[in-house]
């Protein structure tokens, strides 16, 4: 076990974990914002799996990562209108909703890598990037600040996002349709507009999330997510719909992963005990979530559609 | 009395042909003996570097059976499902194919939708089928299903199973490993400790410590989770692995490691060449289409099932295919050439 407490295998180890974190956070933050304004979208692994192909595709065909970033956020967006539509204006039952996005997602992105793609094709991963000064800070250097630029895209977008909620006019109105859209209707907020606002917004982030699995990758293959955007989903319930616990679940999440890989890698875990070891990180973070169900509460109009009638 | 011709003249004409012929045959010989220095057996192959090593599909399909492959990842994987696919074109024949059932539920459905539009043939494509398999296959007495990586048939009638003995090439590939790390470490990417990967880690292993290596597992619990794949591969390199192996179709993320530490690479299940054109040392390639060219004829001949097959080096089904663009030294391919030899007469063990 001496081998794993050094420095430089806590440092990896920690690095690791934020890589691991970080399609998790961009799209539970997504998801926070959708679910503050009353709208679950379970179809958050079906947007990144729409948006990582289109981020790959576009990344393969122009040999450009920053158009593959793009396409993935388009691609979000996109879908936010879809999911815009069936949700806010037919107010479609938003758990079936949802569950036929990801359907769709899964399906759909898996025909298209097919005819258009084929076989799984490498293409140039997206680079690290250090900070100047913050690179070479003792321990928290290497740990924190040699990412990709989605990483550090992705820790930033907390403050911005609790910012948003909490600080603007809109973040106001997301949580007020959220918790009461009668109320907030009665007060002239559009209830509908607000919450396809909010929509887009994660379906965006959801994209993005997608574009930061491929291109931190480097390559893509049917299900690339494998379910990662319900675990994104669960990771809002454990944020207790802030961003900051959102991103504590995500760290969380991918370094407990990240120590049983390391573990593993330096053979301190039996191999006979490698399958169970797998597991530890989706039931940490269940039972972290029923430490914690307790004590949180949704947003009160969670998953009901408005209507003035 | 007439004279009869001397039978002289003829039999000299006889024995001269005679001679020539046998001359012919020990030449044939000779040459074979000769030419078998150069030529590499049916079970080793290498590519030519630059070349595409995909299977070459036979023209003409060897049964007029319709046949249809249930598979739990994309067709072109490069691996587990891919070597299915493969070996089916390379019989000639055009399934139907739904692959991308990692859900078993959805699997069944298509094996049961197969059976009941009267394929003749149900390939059911993973150890995780077998219970539904169970369910589905006495339904339809008239069809038969064919069902891997097993070594059973569970007890029915109009089952085949098939099964890799992925140990022997994972063998092979170990030793060459050992041979070319300089660490001593090696790294290893595997789903979960069962199947053909349970096998391929086993013999992997035991083939680099025989040759003084040491390998490293991680086994991630999924065989498509490609994120953890490439931090489990990332871990190895990290804890000082200097040559990479791995099974499933989430290698892909590890292989991009490998590419992007300059690490050989060794593959299993497929040629994965492609990913990693200068770095993939040898992959372990399925050759399914042995086996199936004779479930294909049982079938033919009226019997459903109740056979378990298995890929050896012996019978070609496992064929070592060592990449034409990654120059090993002569003495570790002929090395491993021997060892091939060693597994098929039995003096040398995987231990699985």
Same mark, same amino acid.
């Not at chain 1, 298209?112 to 084929?118: I, K, Q």
């Not at chain 1, 299900?223 to 900051?244: D, H, K, P």
């Not at chain 2, 319709?66 to 587990?80: E, K, R």
């Given at each position: ?15 690791s974990?934020?890589?691991? &974190?970080?399609?998790?956070?961009l799209?539970g ?5 959708g ?14 799996l ?19 970033v793009g ?32 359907l ?11 005819e ?11 680079p690290?990037?250090?900070i ?37 006019? $809109?973040?106001?109105?997301v949580?007020?349709v ?18 396809f ?13 997608? *574009?930061?699995?491929?291109?931190g990758?480097?390559? $893509? ?15 809002v ?6 961003a900051?616990?959102?991103?504590l679940? &995500? ?11 390391q ?19 989706a ?17 009160? &109009?969670?998953?009901?559609?408005f209507?003035?009638? | 009395?007439?004279?009869q011709?001397s039978?002289a ?10 001679n ?8 044939? $010989?000779? =040459? ?8 590499? *057996?049916?079970?080793v ?6 070349t ?24 072109q ?12 074109a *390379?019989?000639g ?20 939708g197969y ?7 149900v ?14 296959a ?16 569970q ?38 400790? =069962? ?20 390998v ?11 994120p ?26 590890a292989?991009?490691?490998?590419? *992007?530490?300059d ?6 299940q ?12 040898a ?17 033919e ?20 295919? $060592?990449?034409?663009?990654?120059e ?25």
């Amino acid at each position: 076990m001496s081998d794993f407490f050094t420095l430089s295998v806590l440092v990896a180890t920690f690095a690791s974990g934020v890589r691991l &974190a970080t399609p998790y956070l961009l799209a539970g933050l997504g998801e926070t914002v959708g679910q503050r304004s009353g709208v679950l979208n379970l179809g958050v692994d079906g947007v990144m799996l729409l948006s990582a192909f289109g981020a790959y595709w576009t990344s393969l065909e122009t040999g450009s990562l920053l158009l593959g970033v793009g396409a993935g956020l388009l691609v979000g967006l996109v879908m936010g209108v879809v999911y815009g539509i069936i949700t806010v204006i037919f107010q479609a039952e938003q758990g079936i909703s949802g569950i036929g996005i990801y359907l769709f997602g899964l399906g759909f992105s898996d025909l298209l890598f097919e005819e258009m793609v084929g076989t799984p094709t490498p293409i140039k991963s997206l680079p690290k990037y250090s900070i100047p000064g913050l690179s070479r800070l003792p321990i928290l250097g290497e740990a924190l600040f040699e990412h990709n630029l989605m990483t550090y895209a992705a820790f930033l977008l907390v403050p911005l996002v609790a910012l948003l909620l909490m600080k603007t006019t $809109f973040g106001m109105n997301v949580r007020a349709v959220g918790e009461n859209p009668e109320a907030a209707d009665s007060l002239g907020v559009s209830v509908g507009l607000t919450r396809f606002a909010a929509i887009m917004v994660g379906n965006g982030m959801a994209g993005l999330a997608g *574009a930061a699995l491929t291109l931190g990758l480097g390559i $893509f293959q049917p299900n690339l997510t494998q379910g990662l955007g319900f675990i994104a989903v669960a990771l809002v319930y454990f944020g207790a719909w802030r961003a900051r616990g959102v991103m504590l679940g &995500a760290l969380l999440y991918g370094i407990v992963a990240a120590v049983v890989l390391q573990l593993k890698a330096r053979e301190l875990i039996p191999l006979e005990a490698s399958d169970l070891a797998a597991m530890a990180p989706a039931v940490l973070t269940i039972v972290a979530l029923v430490v914690v169900a307790g004590r949180i509460e949704a947003p009160a &109009a969670l998953t009901n559609p408005f209507s003035r009638h | 009395m007439q004279p009869q011709s001397s039978p002289a003249p003829a039999m000299s004409t006889v024995r001269v042909v005679r001679n020539l012929v046998v001359l012919l045959v020990a030449l044939a $010989f000779v =040459a074979a003996a000769c030419g078998s220095d150069d030529e590499e *057996a049916s079970n080793v192959a290498t590519s030519e570097c630059g070349t595409d090593s995909s299977f070459d599909e036979a023209t003409e399909p060897v049964t007029d059976l319709s046949v249809a492959i249930v598979a739990p990842s994309a067709s072109q994987d490069l691996a587990f499902t891919q070597s299915m696919v493969d070996a089916v074109a *390379a019989l000639g024949i055009e399934p139907q194919i739904t692959d991308g059932t990692f859900q078993v539920e959805a699997a069944a459905e298509a094996i049961r939708g197969y059976a009941d539009s009267g394929v003749d043939v149900v390939i059911a494509h993973g150890t995780q089928f077998g219970g539904s398999l169970a369910e589905i296959a006495p339904d339809f007495p008239e069809t038969s299903f064919v069902w891997g990586t097993s070594s059973e048939t569970q007890g029915l009638d109009n089952v085949f199973a098939y099964t890799p003995a992925a140990d022997q090439g994972g063998y092979v590939m170990g030793t060459v490993a050992a041979a070319i790390s300089e660490s001593g470490t090696i790294g290893m990417v595997g789903p979960i400790d =069962a199947g053909d990967a349970a096998l391929y880690v086993d013999g992997f292993v035991a083939g680099a410590e025989s040759a003084g290596a040491n390998v490293n597992v991680s086994f991630t619990g999924s065989f498509g989770d490609v994120p953890l794949a490439t931090e489990a591969a990332t871990a190895h390199v990290g804890a000082g692995a200097d040559v990479l192996t791995g099974t499933a179709q989430h290698v892909v993320g590890a292989i991009n490691v490998a590419s *992007a530490n300059d690490i050989p690479w060794f593959g299993t299940q497929a040629n994965q060449e492609s990913l990693a054109p200068e770095l993939v040392v040898a992959s372990q390639v399925y050759h399914w289409e042995v086996v199936l060219a004779d479930i294909f004829d049982q079938v033919e001949a009226g019997t459903l099932g109740g056979e378990v097959y298995e890929l050896t080096l012996e019978n070609n089904g496992l064929v070592i295919e $060592f990449n034409g663009c990654y120059e090993l030294a002569e003495d570790v391919k002929n090395g491993a050439l021997e060892t091939i030899d060693g597994i098929i007469d039995g003096s040398i063990s995987t231990g699985a």
